[in-house]
């Protein structure tokens, strides 16, 4: 059946393509009704190992047909599938593609245990679906880690994400783009470099190289090339893992990732700190001084991580308001106009105390939770007064128009320092001690009143109403400093903030 299909199929080729798909579109098998246009097309591209013969040929319905663009049916197919999976949220990881692929029917099962059967220094042996196999056992030169090399099934497999109180040591989220990407690459690509995993509770555990399976997965594989770590540091390892990505060539995290992963391991550890039974006065300070011995870390290093865990613990609570609004990568989108970068150099670095301080963590004057707690109910104020209206959908109007200005990333590093100093003046914030920390304090509702009104006034700023492409759009397009400029020019000043005429 050596037809080429540079040229129109016969209708005899049409006939017999029929015979094998029925007359449903190949995309999502609904049937293409006696009225409608039937049209023909590559279920695999030549270039991504298809033959150009009839049996690579489905027929498609119009619509299908025109969306697709230079797509092949099989491609676009997946793709739909994709924006299905990827619509449930954007902290997506290679667990959630399993469980996904697998209430298709896609797969009939992941995460199932593996047993180790016997182990000494030269090979280990497992049991995989009732099935024992031999693997050579090698030593990381540094660590003296055990791991091997094995192609497992799919049905062993599941990512290492945060689970059970314990932090997993996946550090990133799936991203479409590099799924589909991946998808497409490896139809006609080999697979360079396996998986890394760990065997943690008779569990396959993948932390490195999830948009490698994902995208296999949406292509059929059911089998995978793993490198597996059997008795591993994982406070080591997830710190090597972020490194990896932080530091070095490797794909970057976006910032809320990392502030989700260091925060999280900082957590862990400065409960564990906390509920240590030693004769150490336990203060944030001695915390960070204790980290800093036990892990081998730069000062620079551990900030990081003592930040990320602030931001967590303000981001994470579920009384703030805004976190529906914060965007998981780099850049603000309609949906999510926050990103974390943006509330660092904003709202974070203007209210909230980032650096470990001295307080006995048990006494009256240790106030980091009212901070916290504090930080919670300012941003629940600028969502009542701003951002409850932020529309994704419209974004044309004047109200979005107005929100698009106040929340651009160089607009609210630049109010956001003019409003810190409005807050601390009307509450009597004067020395530099009080104004370095602002909520680091207890705070009455009589304060968030004053707060609240304080918030009104920059909401209600004249220019945030001007007409679109007015001069204040061009402005924040600009550095911050040139925006502080305008601001103060055009009467946002701490002074307006607080009461004053424009």
Not at 13 to 35: A, Q, S, T, W
Not at 382 to 404: F, G, I, Y
């Given at each position: 059946?050596?037809?080429?299909?540079?040229?129109?199929?016969?209708?005899?080729?049409?006939?017999?393509?029929?015979?094998?798909?029925?007359?449903?579109?190949?995309?999502?098998?609904?049937?293409?009704?006696?009225?409608?246009?039937?049209?023909?097309?590559?279920?695999?591209a030549?270039?991504?190992?298809?033959?150009?013969?009839?049996?690579?040929?489905?027929?498609?319905?119009?619509?299908?047909?025109?969306?697709?663009?230079?797509?092949?049916?099989?491609?676009?197919?997946?793709?739909?599938?994709?924006?299905?999976?990827?619509e449930?949220?954007?902290?997506?990881?290679?667990?959630d593609e399993?469980?996904?692929?697998?209430?298709?029917?896609?797969?009939?099962?992941?995460?199932?245990?593996?047993?180790?059967?016997?182990?000494?220094?030269?090979?280990?042996?497992i049991?995989?679906?009732?099935?024992?196999s031999?693997?050579?056992?090698?030593?990381?030169?540094?660590?003296?880690?055990?791991?091997?090399?094995?192609?497992?099934?799919?049905?062993?497999?599941?990512?290492?994400?945060?689970?059970d109180?314990e932090?997993?040591?996946?550090p990133?989220?799936?991203?479409?783009?590099?799924?589909?990407?991946?998808?497409?690459?490896?139809?006609?690509?080999?697979?360079?470099?396996?998986?890394?995993?760990?065997?943690?509770?008779?569990?396959?555990?993948?932390?490195?190289?999830?948009?490698?399976?994902a995208?296999?997965?949406?292509?059929?594989?059911?089998?995978?090339?793993?490198?597996?770590?059997?008795?591993?540091?994982?406070?080591?390892?997830?710190?090597?893992?972020?490194?990896?990505?932080?530091?070095?060539?490797?794909?970057?995290?976006?910032?809320?990732?990392?502030?989700?992963?260091?925060?999280?391991?900082?957590?862990?550890?400065?409960?564990?700190?906390?509920?240590?039974?030693?004769?150490?006065?336990?203060?944030?300070?001695?915390?960070?001084?204790?980290?800093?011995?036990?892990?081998?870390?730069?000062?620079?290093?551990?900030?990081?991580?003592?930040?990320?865990?602030?931001?967590?613990?303000?981001?994470?609570?579920?009384?703030?308001?805004i976190?529906?609004?914060?965007?998981?990568?780099?850049?603000g989108?309609?949906?999510?106009?926050l990103?974390?970068?943006?509330?660092?150099?904003?709202?974070?670095?203007?209210?909230?105390?980032?650096e470990?301080?001295?307080?006995?963590?048990?006494?009256?004057?240790?106030?980091?939770?009212?901070?916290?707690?504090?930080?919670?109910?300012?941003?629940?104020?600028?969502?009542?007064?701003?951002?409850?209206?932020?529309?994704?959908?419209?974004?044309?109007?004047?109200?979005?128009?107005?929100?698009?200005?106040?929340?651009?990333?160089?607009?609210?590093?630049?109010?956001?320092?003019?409003?810190?100093?409005?807050i601390?003046?009307?509450?009597?914030?004067?020395?530099?001690?009080?104004?370095?920390?602002?909520?680091?304090?207890?705070?009455?509702?009589?304060?968030?009143?004053?707060?609240?009104?304080?918030?009104?006034?920059?909401?209600?700023?004249?220019?945030?109403?001007?007409?679109?492409?007015?001069?204040?759009?061009?402005?924040?397009?600009?550095?911050?400093?040139?925006?502080?400029?305008?601001?103060?020019?055009?009467?946002?000043?701490?002074g307006?903030?607080?009461?004053?005429?424009?």
């Amino acid at each position: 059946m050596g037809r080429w299909l540079k040229r129109q199929i016969s209708e005899d080729e049409k006939k017999r393509v029929l015979e094998v798909h029925g007359r449903k579109c190949f995309i999502n098998n609904h049937e293409i009704g006696e009225d409608e246009n039937l049209q023909f097309d590559h279920i695999k591209a030549f270039a991504q190992g298809g033959e150009s013969e009839v049996d690579n040929i489905a027929p498609v319905c119009e619509t299908h047909n025109k969306q697709k663009g230079q797509l092949p049916l099989y491609d676009f197919r997946v793709k739909l599938m994709m924006n299905e999976f990827f619509e449930k949220g954007d902290t997506l990881t290679l667990q959630d593609e399993l469980q996904y692929l697998k209430e298709k029917k896609k797969i009939e099962e992941f995460g199932l245990p593996v047993h180790i059967v016997s182990q000494n220094e030269e090979e280990v042996e497992i049991e995989v679906k009732n099935k024992v196999s031999k693997f050579p056992l090698n030593k990381c030169k540094t660590t003296g880690w055990s791991y091997f090399y094995a192609t497992l099934p799919v049905e062993v497999l599941n990512s290492d994400d945060d689970k059970d109180n314990e932090v997993g040591l996946q550090p990133r989220y799936l991203i479409f783009d590099k799924v589909f990407n991946l998808f497409r690459h490896f139809q006609s690509h080999p697979v360079l470099q396996p998986s890394i995993c760990r065997f943690h509770k008779n569990k396959v555990l993948v932390f490195d190289g999830q948009h490698k399976i994902a995208g296999l997965l949406w292509d059929g594989r059911k089998s995978f090339e793993l490198k597996i770590y059997l008795d591993c540091d994982p406070d080591l390892l997830n710190k090597t893992n972020i490194d990896a990505h932080d530091k070095f060539a490797q794909t970057r995290f976006y910032s809320s990732i990392m502030v989700a992963k260091l925060g999280s391991q900082f957590g862990k550890e400065f409960e564990e700190f906390k509920n240590l039974e030693d004769d150490q006065t336990k203060t944030e300070a001695s915390f960070v001084k204790f980290l800093r011995e036990k892990d081998k870390l730069t000062k620079g290093d551990v900030n990081k991580r003592f930040r990320s865990f602030l931001y967590n613990s303000v981001l994470d609570d579920d009384e703030n308001k805004i976190s529906r609004l914060i965007n998981k990568g780099n850049r603000g989108s309609a949906e999510r106009p926050l990103t974390m970068d943006m509330l660092e150099k904003s709202l974070f670095i203007n209210f909230l105390y980032r650096e470990p301080v001295e307080h006995e963590m048990t006494s009256a004057s240790y106030l980091r939770e009212e901070e916290i707690k504090n930080m919670i109910q300012f941003c629940n104020i600028l969502d009542e007064e701003a951002l409850h209206a932020w529309s994704s959908e419209d974004q044309t109007n004047s109200r979005q128009l107005k929100l698009n200005r106040m929340f651009r990333s160089k607009s609210i590093m630049s109010w956001a320092e003019i409003l810190k100093g409005a807050i601390c003046a009307t509450l009597d914030m004067h020395d530099d001690d009080d104004r370095v920390k602002p909520f680091y304090r207890k705070l009455s509702d009589t304060d968030f009143d004053k707060i609240r009104k304080i918030i009104r006034r920059l909401v209600d700023y004249k220019l945030w109403d001007s007409p679109d492409k007015s001069e204040i759009d061009r402005v924040l397009a600009d550095n911050k400093s040139a925006v502080k400029d305008f601001f103060r020019a055009h009467g946002l000043t701490t002074g307006y903030l607080m009461g004053a005429p424009e």
